[in-house]
């Protein structure tokens, strides 16, 4: 190439207009929202960045394919397009298709799990967690220790633990009846998995006579990480990686609102002829018919074009270097993160950049609440609020405490990431005087979505 600078690769055909706010009237939205940025209205953020999932823009290619959407109950043009794509890029039998991604996992669940078993995973998202412990089974995270370290820099920082692996399943017979691992690993910071721990973890699984599923929500993401940093694999296509990865599984389970590149959808793609029968069967029962499982005959249009489009390597390099061209200004304005760069988003690290402010008064909580007040972004806290709620209604700190900033795919433009870099360095020079917050109500369970908080000095927040 002639040329560096990596553009997004499309133009704009539709606009929606984001709306400036003024200071005021920020600190009045996030007040009648309790401090909680889950509970503002989107039209009182300028730069959403809460979520990667079923926030992204589609292409005219998408539009197209949802006017030539199938509505028929069963065996719907739709769905059989939408079986050629993802069978032709995960290679797996039996495809079925499902509203998102937690759905796929629960009838995963429902079809595989029984009380006391052990499902590892080198980290499960929330939802795959939730769904494993509904079946009375324990969810079990075997990252790489470098996994945790925020500072410390390592191409494949998702990778699982295969040591740890092997002895779950030696000191476990009959008891793990499913390996999964999560690409990208969305819980440690958006961070990849090398081809060569997939084939690892599937060596395993394959010795001990265990399945092994891949969480594929974002695994375009993850084939090019493999082509920009894993050996043998330069200049791969995507779609070949992506397919080399599906081969060494015998299912996955898909949010198609992540590298689908749709708005909803998702699916469960396995092998197994008598696991299919199963999982069809409760599908009836939850979601619909195997041939549309949730979703209109528009949205499996929508996926089926988007698949492919989230492979693109042009689209992907301009995807991962949006994130990495971030990241890269802060590491040089000292903003401490998770490093590298995770694929779909920017993990601040609040523990290290707000020492002053214990774990339980929630660091990333009060920063995420600053991003707001400063520059009308909205991001997401990853640490005590989400995870320190214990079971028996006490409290525990967790390991990190983080705020993710996730990029909606296609969305945002290299103008509208310069801003954020601005509130972000304006933030630091605000960091020492951050307070913290203190929770005012609480749900039982999943606090984050729905609690109330007050900043611990009253009105006082930075
Ligand atoms: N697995 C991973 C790795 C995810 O990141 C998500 C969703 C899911 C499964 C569940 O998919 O939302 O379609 O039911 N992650 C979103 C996020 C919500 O913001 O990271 P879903």
Same mark, same amino acid.
Not at 301 to 314: K, Q, S
């Given at each position: 190439?002639?040329?560096?600078?990596?553009?997004?690769?499309?133009?704009?055909?539709?606009?929606?207009?984001?709306?400036?706010?003024?200071?005021?009237?920020?600190?009045? !939205?996030?007040?009648?929202?309790?401090?909680?940025?889950?509970?503002?209205?989107?039209?009182?953020?300028?730069?959403?960045?809460l979520?990667?999932?079923?926030?992204?823009?589609?292409?005219?290619?998408?539009?197209?394919?949802m006017?030539?959407?199938?509505?028929?109950?069963?065996?719907?043009?739709?769905?059989?397009?939408f079986?050629r794509?993802v069978?032709d890029?995960?290679?797996?039998?039996?495809?079925?298709?499902?509203?998102?991604?937690? !759905?796929?996992?629960?009838?995963?669940?429902?079809?595989?799990?029984?009380?006391?078993?052990i499902?590892?995973?080198?980290?499960?998202?929330?939802?795959?967690?939730?769904?494993?412990?509904?079946?009375?089974?324990?969810?079990?995270?075997?990252?790489?220790?470098?996994?945790?370290?925020?500072?410390?820099?390592?191409?494949?920082k998702?990778?699982?633990?295969l040591?740890?692996?092997?002895?779950?399943l030696?000191?476990?017979?009959?008891?793990?009846?499913?390996?999964?691992?999560?690409?990208?690993?969305?819980?440690? +910071?958006?961070?990849?998995?090398?081809m060569?721990?997939?084939?690892?973890?599937?060596?395993? !699984?394959?010795k001990?006579?265990?399945?092994?599923?891949?969480?594929?929500?974002?695994?375009?993401?993850?084939?090019?990480?493999?082509?920009t940093?894993?050996?043998?694999?330069?200049?791969?296509?995507?779609?070949?990686?992506?397919?080399?990865?599906?081969?060494?599984?015998?299912?996955?389970t898909?949010?198609?609102?992540?590298?689908?590149?749709?708005?909803?959808?998702?699916?469960?793609?396995?092998?197994?002829?008598?696991?299919?029968?199963?999982?069809?069967?409760?599908?009836?029962?939850?979601?619909?018919?195997?041939?549309?499982?949730?979703?209109?005959?528009?949205?499996?249009?929508?996926?089926?074009? +988007?698949?492919?489009?989230?492979?693109?390597p042009?689209?992907?390099?301009?995807?991962?270097?949006?994130?990495?061209?971030?990241?890269?200004?802060m590491?040089?304005?000292?903003?401490?993160?998770?490093?590298?760069?995770? +694929?779909?988003?920017l993990?601040?690290?609040?523990?290290?950049?707000?020492?002053?402010?214990?774990?339980?008064?929630?660091?990333?909580?009060?920063?995420?609440?600053?991003?707001?007040?400063?520059?009308?972004?909205r991001?997401?806290?990853?640490?005590?609020?989400?995870?320190g709620?214990?079971?028996?209604?006490?409290?525990?700190?967790?390991?990190?405490?983080?705020?993710?900033? !996730?990029?909606?795919?296609?969305?945002?433009?290299?103008?509208?990431?310069?801003?954020?870099?601005e509130?972000?360095?304006?933030?630091?020079?605000?960091?020492?005087?951050?307070?913290?917050?203190?929770?005012?109500?609480?749900?039982?369970?999943?606090?984050?979505?729905?609690?109330?908080?007050?900043?611990?000095?009253?009105?006082?927040?930075?």
């Amino acid at each position: 190439m002639k040329f560096k600078t990596i553009i997004e690769p499309f133009r704009i055909k539709t606009v929606e207009p984001i709306r400036q706010t003024t200071e005021a009237q920020r600190v009045e !939205a996030l007040g009648d929202a309790h401090y909680n940025v889950f509970k503002l209205k989107a039209e009182d953020v300028l730069i959403d960045l809460l979520t990667d999932s079923g926030t992204g823009a589609m292409s005219v290619y998408q539009w197209a394919g949802m006017m030539k959407g199938d509505e028929s109950y069963a065996g719907a043009r739709s769905f059989l397009a939408f079986e050629r794509a993802v069978h032709d890029i995960t290679g797996f039998t039996h495809v079925i298709p499902t509203h998102q991604g937690r !759905a796929a996992e629960h009838i995963l669940s429902s079809a595989m799990l029984k009380p006391g078993d052990i499902v590892p995973n080198n980290t499960h998202f929330d939802t795959t967690r939730g769904n494993i412990e509904h079946r009375g089974a324990i969810a079990l995270n075997v990252p790489i220790a470098e996994g945790h370290q925020p500072q410390v820099l390592h191409p494949f920082k998702g990778n699982m633990d295969l040591e740890a692996l092997e002895r779950v399943l030696r000191d476990n017979p009959g008891r793990v009846p499913l390996v999964m691992t999560t690409v990208t690993n969305n819980s440690e +910071g958006g961070q990849p998995v090398s081809m060569e721990n997939i084939r690892g973890t599937s060596a395993l !699984a394959r010795k001990y006579g265990v399945p092994f599923f891949i969480d594929a929500c974002r695994f375009a993401e993850n084939s090019w990480f493999i082509r920009t940093r894993e050996p043998g694999f330069e200049g791969r296509a995507p779609i070949d990686i992506a397919r080399e990865m599906f081969a060494l599984a015998d299912g996955c389970t898909m949010s198609a609102k992540k590298d689908g590149m749709a708005n909803i959808g998702g699916f469960l793609a396995m092998n197994d002829d008598a696991l299919a029968a199963r999982c069809r069967n409760s599908l009836i029962l939850t979601e619909g018919f195997p041939t549309y499982g949730g979703l209109a005959g528009y949205d499996l249009e929508a996926i089926a074009v +988007g698949l492919y489009e989230a492979l693109d390597p042009d689209y992907l390099a301009y995807r991962i270097r949006f994130v990495e061209y971030m990241a890269e200004k802060m590491v040089a304005a000292g903003i401490p993160m998770v490093r590298p760069a995770g +694929g779909h988003a920017l993990y601040l690290d609040a523990r290290a950049w707000l020492p002053h402010i214990p774990p339980l008064e929630y660091p990333g909580w009060a920063l995420s609440c600053v991003l707001y007040l400063e520059g009308g972004i909205r991001a997401c806290e990853i640490g005590s609020v989400m995870f320190g709620q214990q079971p028996d209604g006490s409290e525990k700190a967790s390991d990190l405490e983080l705020v993710r900033l !996730a990029f909606p795919r296609r969305v945002y433009t290299q103008s509208h990431m310069d801003y954020v870099c601005e509130v972000l360095l304006h933030v630091n020079t605000l960091a020492p005087r951050i307070r913290g917050m203190r929770i005012v109500e609480q749900p039982p369970a999943l606090r984050h979505f729905t609690a109330k908080f007050a900043p611990l000095v009253p009105g006082v927040i930075a």
